[in-house]
């Protein structure tokens, strides 16, 4: 089995959920199996600039062979102003879908070379369902091509270009019971095959001593510094908290243009290495996870690994969905019941670790990256069986 994989945007160095997801799914099926896998990816590092970072060419990262190709130049203003359009009407006629998805962020040399070498591979998996250079790599092969979406609510996944692809393809591989029935349920896609394969999880736990001797307890936020993660909402509750009570400060990791006030409710670390992260996670009283647009959430599960609970946003339904199943956090969504869940995680630390303690129970049972693989060469090996008998 030959798989290809590709993603607009891999390796180390590269911030994202979705890019870690790739590149861990990549080593983890490389280190499981006796399958070959090729990434195929473009040049850049930075979503935010589109630049060609990397050198075009074949070279290997931790057993894995990386495809890279220069980012063909693109001009965001189009998307820009359908973006305005589609938030103003809440729709875009038919043709305006397509100029959107076009709009984004291409690789054109990658097309040409998966459309000359798609024979050499049994599948294709594709990810996310919104990236551009995805979207038109899954349209050269479909009849072999696995979409992974990491599709969350929100009014792209509407759109027309994107049903027509995730219908057209092999199959849809999910990342949580709430994405698949959010993707086929309520979006109505009809794909042809579909299966829930998770994400997996690791975490590095270090020494956390240092942090847990800090003058003040302090929730964390981990992950990207953008408006859709709803850190506005989070900022305003964590600084209002600390106004009215002085206890509680919220520890901010990560990189983007929505960093903190500068106020003593907040602690900005910026981007960490692995090491610090694990020890701020380990010394956490709590790790928020505020976003309303998550299809899996690996920060919720990298708190658990470390014992810790989790605090998250009553209206996402895939993270409410994974604290029930684990019984390992809090939900909030008033400001009023935010200052609720942190008082009584300062009332009930012993509670609290066995909230964490359940969500590691719950990761180690389900969301190891040798789980995943082994669910994937499940289904691969069933649908070609099935295939092959039709």
């Not at 074949?58 to 693109?74: I, K, M």
């Not at 209002?240 to 960093?259: C, K, M, P, S």
């Not at 946003?313 to 604290?323: E, M, Q, R, S």
Request: neutral net charge; glycine residues 6%; contains cysteine.
């Amino acid at each position: 089995m030959h798989l290809a994989i590709v993603v607009a945007r891999y390796g180390k160095e590269v911030v994202g959920g979705v890019e870690r997801l790739a590149r861990r799914l990549a080593e983890s099926i490389c280190a499981e199996t006796t399958w070959q896998v090729t990434v195929l990816t473009s040049c850049a590092m930075r979503q935010d600039r589109w630049e060609n970072h990397y050198q075009p060419g074949v070279t290997a990262l931790n057993g894995v062979t990386v495809r890279r190709f220069p980012v063909t130049p693109f001009d965001t203003s189009e998307r820009d102003r359908l973006n305005k359009r589609l938030a103003r009407n809440h729709k875009l006629v038919s043709s305006e879908q397509y100029e959107w998805v076009q709009a984004g962020e291409q690789c054109e040399a990658l097309y040409a070379w998966l459309a000359r070498h798609s024979a050499e591979f049994s599948h294709i998996i594709t990810l996310p369902y919104l990236s551009t250079v995805a979207y038109n790599a899954g349209w050269i092969a479909p009849a072999k091509t696995l979409v992974w979406p990491c599709l969350h609510d929100e009014i792209y996944a509407f759109l027309e270009p994107f049903r027509l692809l995730m219908e057209s393809a092999q199959g849809l591989l999910f990342n949580s019971p709430e994405e698949a029935a959010f993707t086929l349920d309520v979006v109505g896609i009809r794909p042809k095959q579909h299966a829930l394969l998770g994400v997996g999880v690791e975490l590095a736990i270090t020494d956390a001593r240092e942090n847990q001797r800090q003058a003040a307890p302090y929730l964390l936020f981990l992950g990207r510094l953008v408006a859709g993660k709803n850190l506005h909402l989070l900022y305003d509750y964590a600084q209002r908290f600390w106004e009215d009570y002085g206890t509680v400060q919220l520890a901010v990791v990560g990189r983007g243009g929505l960093q903190p006030p500068e106020h003593p409710a907040f602690i900005f670390h910026g981007a960490v290495d692995e090491p610090t992260k694990a020890a701020l996670v380990t010394g956490a009283l709590a790790v928020c996870q505020p976003s309303l647009n998550e299809s899996f959430s690996l920060v919720m599960m990298e708190a658990w690994l470390a014992n810790r609970p989790a605090l998250v946003h009553a209206d996402a339904a895939v993270t409410v969905g994974h604290l029930q199943r684990a019984r390992a956090g809090l939900a909030f969504r008033t400001y009023a019941e935010y200052c609720a869940a942190v008082e009584w995680l300062l009332a009930h630390p012993t509670k609290a670790t066995q909230m964490g303690q359940n969500g590691r129970r719950y990761v180690e049972a389900n969301y190891r990256w040798s789980h995943v693989v082994a669910r994937l060469v499940t289904t691969l090996t069933t649908w070609q069986k099935e295939s092959n008998a039709s």
